[in-house]
Structure formats: structure tokens, C-alpha cells
């Protein structure tokens, strides 16, 4: 088990080497990159939005019930913005994408390579990795970050509307609160991570495409994989990630 | 000229292609006959480097290819067109961008030069007016003469035909024989053409060979493989159930009530 998760991770490093190298290399085709940034972002967005919206309604519920008996509710604003800006837009955001984008890619990889097409690419002189893998790299490391953004600003609306007509803080105090509070450091270490989290899709995704090796049944499996494999490295990175920023950095 | 010395290659314990020598004169259409699985197409992916040989050497016009650096056989790759056996069509691309990949790719033509190639490229097949069709609104005769257009279209010397009329009518079957005889004689390409059916081998080869257990066990023209008197050849011609082939095999013929 150790074994192949180690064996795995080597893979995965490979094919992002190969990918990091043929970012560079010319001719670079933007519209590839463009429609596949549709399909993350664009495609993804009301999803995101929505789930980040709930969070912050969440979020401030629960946070509610501990600090209205402390009579300490004015600090919500601030926890919420904090904690959806560090990590749980960019967490959640990700885990939806590689659900919804990741899994796709695998789906499609996968079909490409039971049917030969990927094997036709090769015959044509056109690398794979170049063609198939770069373009959706891409999309992942600039659409994932675009996405948190918006994830941001809706979570801390759906902790606005918990804290203005349940808990009757006033909007003003509430936006002074989330701006007192929040510094870019926050939003920018929640940001930083989910280039990760993308580069962490993009690969899973098309290295279980790319690798499925019968028919129909091998591509719903690896599709299975890809989103199994895509939540754990995550959640991995992320934790890894936060334990840096805490220990290391000190931010 | 296409040279295969000493050709081998296996997957884990599954040993595909042993020791097989092949060589395949310009201009010549050599089709390779054998049952399914024996590794035909993976000589053909073995040439096209789509498969990487464990030992063995492959010339292509005298260049030794199985060594050859990426960048290089590219540039062999081109010369090469492959028609697949389910045709591998782009399904994201209608017909038009298939056709046109190539040119598209690596070409920087006019848009009016393009339209023109791709419509010449589906007049040789004899297709017109798809250009706009998606290849999963295609038949299957179909998909394989847009692969074949899509193949023409970057104007190749040499020609692999992986299972050209596998799943397709008998009608269509024979269009797609005459095409790729008509092919030979009109633009003087090579073609390596893997099949089963023995009907398409004597239509469109000037050689045929014969692989089983991984080796070439005969090779001549159609007359001298019609002719042939090695048992496993006789059998797999005639299309016999029970023979050489099938000794080991538990199959069970003729048990149906």
C-alpha cells in the first residue's frame, strides 16, 4: 500500500514535470486553454457559489450558538471572513471542482484512450502531454484561484445575511468587522494553496485518463479513482500546507 | 522501405511479437494476416513508435527508428499516416477538423487552402457534404473512410491500415479495398494493411504474411499464400474451425439444440 502510494506520487511527478516542461514549449495554443478554463471556471461557478454561500450561512449559525451566550457575537463577522478566506473557500471550491471538472477530465482522457484517439495523437506527431494535459493544467492553476475569489466575497454574503436579520448586527459593523479582521496575508495563503489544489486535479485527472486500460468499465473506475485520489491529495496538501504556513512562516 | 529485424515485444508475461523479420518494398502494399490477438496491430504501433519494441530493429528508408529521439521520429511520423481499426476520430471535432488535424497542427495554410484540401481529401474516399457531421452521427463504414481522408490529407508515402474492413458491410468492405488499391496506384504509397479477412488480403496485397505464435511462419504473393501447404496457414485461409490453430483450445463446435 505504502509501496504504491509512493510509486503513484512518482507518477504523478513525473507527468507534472513533462507538463511544467511543455507549458514552455511553442506553439502555444490559447484557445485550448481558453476552452478549457470555460469548463473550470465559467461552468463551475454557480456550484461554488452556492456551496460557499451555505458555508457562510453555516458558518455563522454555528458560530452563533457558542457566542450569543457569551454575548460575543460581534466577533462572528471576523471568524467567518477568516476562516472562509484561509480555508474553507479554497478547500471546498477545490473538492467541488475535482468532482465536477476533474472526474470530467478523467472521463474524457479515458474515452480518448480506449478508443485510440490518444494512440492517433501519437501517429500524428502531436505529443499527448502537450495536446491533452497542458491546456487543462493551465485552466486548473488560473481558474481555481478566479473561482476562490468569487467563493470568498459569497461566503462572507452568506455570513452577512445570518448576522444582519438573525443576529441584528448592523451591515456596516458587519463589513467594519470583516475588514478590520482580514488581512491579505489571509486571503493570499488561501489563494497560494489552491494553485496546488488545481495543479493536484489537472494531474490526478489526466494521469487516470491516460492510463485506463480496457473498456467502458476501466474508464468509470479510474473516474472513481481520480475523484477518490484528487479529495485525499487535497486534503493532504492542505494540511501540509496549513501546517507550514502555522509552523514555518508563522502566518 | 520499411526493414523489421529481429522484432520483439511483450507485455509482463505475454509474449506478443518474437524475433519477426519483415521487410516492406516501396510502393508496396504487404497485408499481415493472423487471428485477433496475435499482435498485428502492435507491429503496427511498434513502427509508428506508439509502442516501444524490447529488442529488435526498425528501419524506415534506411533510418533506424527505434532509438531515434522524439523530435526526429516526428519528423518520420509525418510520412506516416495510420487508418485505426474504430477509425479514432476526434469525437470532440466534426468531420472538417478531423480531416484537417494535421494541417491545423503543424501547417499554417490559408483557410480557403484547408477548405480545399479537406474537400479533395473526402472526394478521394467518396464522401461529400459531411463536413459538418459530428463522428458519432457517422456509420462505421463511414468513420473509417473520414480516417482514411484525415490520413490523405497531410499526403503520406506510407499507409497503415489497422482492420480496414472489420465491422463493416461487404458492400462497403469492397469500396474500401478498391480505395486502397486505387491509392497504391494513384499516389504510389506503401501501405501495410492488417486484416483477418481473407478476401480483402488477396484483393489488396502484392505480399502477404502470416503471423502466429508471434512469428512471421509465411509470407508470398496471394497465389503463393492460397497455395500454401503449412497446415496453420491452410487452416486460418480456409477458415476452419478445427485445425492446428485450435488444438489447444477448449472450443466447442456444433453443440447447439
Not at chain 2, 9 to 35: A, C, H, M, P, Y
Not at chain 2, 206 to 219: F, L, P, R, T
Amino acid at each position: 500500500m505504502v509501496y504504491r502510494f509512493i510509486s503513484y506520487i512518482g507518477e504523478l511527478s513525473l507527468l507534472g514535470g513533462r507538463t511544467f516542461y511543455w507549458v514552455f514549449v511553442p506553439p502555444f495554443k490559447f484557445n485550448r486553454i481558453l476552452t478549457q478554463s470555460k469548463r473550470v471556471g465559467p461552468e463551475s461557478f454557480f456550484i461554488a457559489s452556492l456551496v460557499a454561500f451555505f458555508i457562510g450561512i453555516i458558518m455563522s449559525l454555528q458560530m452563533a450558538y457558542q457566542m450569543v451566550e457569551l454575548s460575543a457575537e460581534i466577533y462572528i463577522p471576523s471568524i467567518v471572513a477568516i476562516s472562509i478566506t484561509r480555508e474553507l473557500a479554497p478547500v471546498l471550491t477545490a473538492l467541488i471542482v475535482a468532482g465536477r471538472v476533474g472526474a470530467g477530465m478523467t472521463a474524457e482522457l479515458g474515452t480518448m484512450t480506449v478508443t485510440e484517439q490518444v494512440d492517433a495523437l501519437k501517429a500524428f506527431a502531436v505529443n499527448p502531454v502537450k495536446y491533452l494535459v497542458v491546456p487543462r493544467f493551465l485552466a486548473l492553476v488560473i481558474m481555481l484561484p478566479v473561482l476562490t475569489i468569487f467563493a470568498d466575497v459569497i461566503g462572507i454574503l452568506g455570513g452577512f445575511v445570518i448576522c444582519v436579520y438573525k443576529l441584528f448586527l448592523s451591515p456596516s459593523l458587519y463589513w467594519s468587522m470583516v475588514i478590520q479582521s482580514l488581512t491579505a496575508k489571509d486571503i493570499l495563503t488561501g489563494l497560494c494553496k489552491t494553485i496546488v489544489f488545481g495543479a493536484i486535479i489537472a494531474l490526478v485527472g489526466c494521469h487516470q485518463g491516460l492510463n485506463v486500460d480496457s473498456g467502458a468499465e476501466g474508464v468509470g473506475k479510474a473516474t472513481t479513482q481520480s475523484v477518490v485520489v484528487s479529495f485525499i491529495l487535497i486534503i493532504m496538501a492542505d494540511c501540509l500546507f496549513t501546517t507550514m504556513f502555522y509552523f514555518i512562516w508563522n502566518i | 522501405m520499411i526493414e523489421i529485424v529481429n522484432l520483439n515485444k511483450s507485455f509482463g508475461e505475454n509474449v506478443v511479437l518474437k524475433d519477426v523479420n519483415l521487410t516492406i518494398e516501396k510502393g508496396q502494399t504487404k497485408v499481415i494476416i493472423g487471428r485477433s490477438g496475435v499482435g498485428k496491430s502492435v507491429l503496427l504501433k511498434s513502427i509508428i513508435g506508439i509502442l516501444i519494441p524490447d529488442s529488435g530493429s526498425i528501419k524506415i528508408d534506411g533510418v533506424e527508428v527505434t532509438d531515434l529521439p522524439e523530435k526526429e521520429y516526428n519528423k518520420i511520423r509525418m510520412k506516416i499516416g495510420m487508418v485505426f481499426q474504430g477509425g479514432a476520430l476526434f469525437d470532440s471535432m466534426n468531420v472538417a477538423e478531423n480531416v484537417s488535424f494535421v494541417l491545423n497542427e503543424f501547417m499554417k495554410l490559408d483557410k480557403r487552402a484547408v477548405n480545399k484540401k479537406i474537400e479533395e481529401s473526402l472526394a478521394l474516399v467518396g464522401l461529400q457534404g459531411v463536413e459538418d457531421m459530428m463522428p458519432s452521427e457517422l456509420s462505421g463504414g463511414m468513420k473509417k473512410r473520414v480516417s482514411l481522408a484525415r490520413v490523405l490529407c497531410m499526403g503520406p508515402e506510407v499507409i497503415f491500415y489497422d482492420e480496414p474492413t472489420t465491422g463493416v458491410d461487404p458492400i462497403t468492405a469492397d469500396a474500401i479495398n478498391s480505395l486502397i488499391v486505387e491509392l497504391r496506384n494513384k499516389l504510389d504509397v506503401t501501405s501495410i494493411v492488417v486484416t483477418h479477412d481473407m478476401n480483402s488480403a488477396y484483393k489488396v496485397a502484392d505480399k502477404i504474411a502470416m503471423i502466429y505464435s508471434g512469428q512471421v511462419i509465411a509470407e508470398g504473393t496471394p497465389q503463393e499464400i492460397q497455395q500454401a501447404t503449412h497446415p496453420v496457414v491452410r487452416q486460418f485461409i480456409n477458415g476452419d474451425a478445427k485445425g492446428p490453430i485450435t488444438d489447444g483450445e477448449k472450443l466447442v463446435f456444433g453443440h447447439v439444440t
